[in-house]
């Protein structure tokens, strides 16, 4: 599945809560509170075995239950029948998946389940909503919540989160209703449970006979349906029911005086100060393409617009205008910093959604202000059909087969591809399975690469680094072309291909199948930065640690921020430091290890915290701060913090304890006092475009953290030239059970620069091997991999390490 926080100028963090382990086995299953949230944590917990979970009552909603899913069980018994709504909405939680069944633990009958509920205001995404299932007085109902499970996360998705039912007492006639509110049927009551409670308390037969046009007259105003009416039009394309035609790209003049509102209110997806379509006027694109379809009234329009996309279908003609709120694609009020009306002010609108050929869209141009109306220009950019790029090669597959399906396959298979190859390809979907071709290609130094997929259906493509399921290090979505383009160091690479929808379109669909794959490659002007990973390569023997733990527990720290939202929220440039000093400093440093955070708040006016679809790029430095105690600011901007190196990165998505190396070591031993910093460009407006990422979309950066014992110091500190806050400040991250550090590893040796350990077995490095480096050996037995207790270095300590430590004791020679 899919698998990616809100501050202004300020430090927060997210924080697991703790939680009974009850909640881990099916007999032991607490009970939920209606109304109130129940934490849970699932990364914690086992897998239950039995009953196997299928997606049967909820197929479609990416419900990824695997075999080695960890979850969680809770129990909830209604007092009175009715309706009961089960969600795990929470900010900051993770990808979930919910079953609920009725029965006993030993005799467990699923009756509802999900994976994925729609993106909603508050939530993280891929959130979980079972809503409006029937239930029965006194009847025990089991909830079990685990995650999706997918190549981000083959184990199942795990993580912290909170589980909440909300229950509305039924009505007879209502409970069980299958019958839309809006709309008239034989059967007494409808299916929206709410609704149907409110139209029967104003008239019984519409639950106890029938649901009759009355029952939908008093539903209109009740439970706020729309119902499309067009009086007195003033403009030609005044009315939805009658656009102006657009075929193509270009300007189109026009004049929204006398104009009436004949459209629906856009809700909260356009991040508007109001919810009113007003003196709309509208335009209808049949597409012949798939793509990007573009609008903007940037400098062309004289009032505050909005612009909103509509899909009709396949069959405008018999489009039922009364569900045009349920088909709104899209919406914009206000574009960014330089979409600006011609009166000067950023209050223009631009939007661009991606459509599908042979389906026709509604666009709805509007006002901000009632009666503030004028003439002028609408742009339009409309997706054209596609022309491959004539082929270098064929792929190896065809069609239907799976023989490049890489880490999709048990073992896994690609296809290669050379830099300058042009592939010729086809791929295929369907409702529930989309073909994935997998190729692999290899670079001897340093590239700046493209990928250009083009295809007439509408296509992913993916850069990953090697190894499965590999980091993403550039994507593109779209059709014709989809380019990406990433900064790779040598070695071996993996590009993926597939339809972005699970649609029908099976082999022998013709253009809709084809597509062709592009790479090239030049040599970059400066290094590219070195991808993040959690292994140290060339590791010293000795290691010194900032903090107690390096387990990361899943909350992270972000600093000076916007807002968050799709194409409104982002980290601004700011950085963070720990300080290392005192004669444990290692001489040389092979490795550092640190905990880092590359999100994104995707697709919602919310915050989120899913693991970022992009790499971001970012760079470590390592300062020598010149006075000693806490660090002010680089020397530069008059601190106390001179540059030793630096170390340009790219992190992937996600929380990770991530490594930097030093290759040779890097040799530190007349230093004192160093302090290791994580430096965050600006992914906003006002920032420069890093590796791909869109400008202001959601991406969102920091450090990820460990909890550790209360009573330690902080050794975490943040500042942001953005937020007024010049020199560093010490983020003090406590509850009253743990305190939130961020773990870093300096790893190398103790001995000087260049030199080799003439007595691996003294453990303290005091000149002899005794009861001390007894001690810390024994306190390091078992796996330890790049750790000094390793004497023969071969990843764990044990009894033969001990051998050679007891065969050294004595003074060193």
């Not at 509604?362 to 339009?380: H, K, R, W």
């Not at 596609?386 to 999709?408: K, R």
Request: glycine share 12%; charged share 10%; hydrophobic share 35%.
């Amino acid at each position: 599945m899919r698998n990616t926080f809100f501050t202004a100028c300020a430090a927060t963090v997210l924080c697991a809560c703790p939680v009974a382990m009850a909640q881990d086995e099916c007999a032991t299953a607490p009970t939920l509170v209606t109304g109130v949230g129940s934490a849970f944590n699932t990364a914690t917990a086992t897998v239950t075995a039995l009953p196997a979970v299928t997606d049967a009552l909820c197929a479609g909603t990416y419900l990824g239950w695997g075999a080695t899913q960890k979850d969680v069980w809770f129990k909830w018994s209604p007092t009175a029948n009715g309706t009961a709504d089960f969600s795990t909405c929470l900010a900051g939680s993770y990808d979930t998946s919910i079953v609920i069944y009725s029965g006993t633990c030993d005799v467990l009958t699923p009756v509802a389940c999900n994976g994925d509920a729609a993106d909603s205001t508050g939530c993280q995404q891929y959130s979980s909503l079972v809503s409006q299932l029937p239930v029965a007085a006194g009847t025990t109902y089991y909830v079990r919540i685990g995650g999706y499970t997918g190549t981000a996360s083959p184990e199942g998705a795990t993580g912290t989160g909170a589980i909440t039912v909300t229950f509305t007492e039924g009505v007879d006639g209502c409970i069980g209703a299958t019958g839309e509110c809006d709309v008239a049927h034989a059967t007494p009551g409808c299916a929206t449970s709410s609704c149907c409670a409110a139209v029967c308390s104003i008239s019984p037969d519409c639950c106890a006979v029938t649901w009759d046009q009355g029952c939908v007259d008093i539903a209109i105003p009740e439970c706020g349906y729309f119902v499309y009416a067009c009086t007195a039009p003033a403009q030609p394309n005044d009315c939805a029911t009658s656009p102006r035609l657009i075929t193509g790209d270009g300007s189109v003049a026009f004049s929204n005086v006398g104009a009436n509102s004949d459209g629906p209110g856009y809700g909260d997806s356009c991040g508007s100060g109001n919810n009113e379509s007003n003196n709309d006027v509208w335009y209808r694109l049949n597409a012949v393409a798939n793509g990007d379809f573009s609008i903007n009234t940037c400098g062309t329009v004289p009032f505050d617009s909005k612009l909103a996309v509509y899909d009709l279908g396949t069959s405008p003609s018999t489009f039922n205008y009364n569900t045009l709120p349920d088909v709104l694609v899209n919406c914009n009020d206000d574009g960014d910093a330089n979409c600006l009306t011609t009166g000067g002010v950023a209050y223009a609108s631009q939007l661009s959604v991606t459509v599908s050929s042979g389906r026709s869209y509604l666009v709805c141009l509007s006002t901000f202000t009632s009666g503030e109306t004028g003439t002028g220009t609408i742009q339009f950019n409309v997706p054209e059909p596609c022309v491959l790029t004539p082929a270098t090669v064929a792929e190896a597959e065809p069609c239907g087969e799976d023989l490049n399906g890489g880490c999709n396959m048990t073992t896994p298979t690609f296809n290669p591809i050379a830099l300058g190859a042009i592939v010729e390809g086809t791929f295929w979907s369907s409702e529930t399975t989309r073909d994935t071709d997998w190729y692999e290609f290899s670079i001897p130094s340093d590239r700046s690469v493209t990928v250009n997929l083009r295809s007439a259906s509408l296509a992913q493509l993916f850069i990953l680094s090697s190894g499965c399921p590999g980091a993403t290090l550039g994507t593109g979505t779209g059709s014709c072309p989809t380019v990406s383009t990433a900064c790779l160091t040598p070695g071996t690479y993996y590009i993926v291909v597939l339809p972005s929808l699970f649609v029908t379109n099976p082999c022998n669909s013709g253009a809709l199948n084809d597509y062709s794959l592009e790479l090239t490659g030049v040599i970059p002007t400066t290094p590219c930065p070195v991808l993040m990973d959690a292994t140290c390569e060339q590791p010293g023997p000795d290691t010194v640690a900032g903090s107690a733990s390096t387990v990361l527990s899943g909350n992270f720290g972000q600093y000076c921020s916007t807002a968050c939202g799709n194409l409104t929220g982002y980290t601004t440039d700011n950085q963070w430091a720990a300080v290392f000093s005192g004669a444990s400093l290692p001489k040389e440093i092979s490795c550092i290890n640190l905990g880092v955070a590359a999100l994104r708040s995707q697709g919602t006016p919310t915050c989120g915290y899913a693991a970022s679809d992009l790499p971001i790029n970012a760079q470590m430095i390592l300062y020598r701060d010149i006075n000693g105690g806490a660090p002010t600011a680089p020397v530069s901007e008059g601190g106390d913090l001179e540059v030793i190196t630096t170390r340009d990165v790219t992190l992937p998505g996600g929380l990770l304890f991530g490594n930097v190396e030093f290759d040779p070591p890097l040799c530190i031993e007349n230093e004192t006092n160093i302090v290791v910093c994580m430096s965050y460009y600006n992914l906003g407006p006002a920032g420069s475009p890093l590796a791909g990422v869109p400008l202001g979309a959601g991406y969102r950066c920091g450090v990820a953290l460990t909890a550790v014992d209360p009573t330690l110091p902080s050794n975490l500190y943040s500042r942001s030239i953005a937020c007024a806050v010049p020199t560093y400040s010490l983020r003090n991250y406590a509850t009253a059970t743990n305190r939130l550090q961020w773990p870093i590893e300096l790893n190398g040796q103790l001995a000087s620069c260049g030199s080799t350990s003439a007595c691996p077995a003294d453990q303290n490095n005091d000149g002899v091997v005794n009861g001390a480096d007894l001690g810390l050996l024994l306190g390091a037995w078992g796996p330890c991999p790049n750790c000094r207790a390793d004497i023969n270095i071969d990843g764990v300590v044990n009894g033969a390490d001990l051998g050679l430590l007891l065969g050294a004791w004595g003074p060193c020679i």
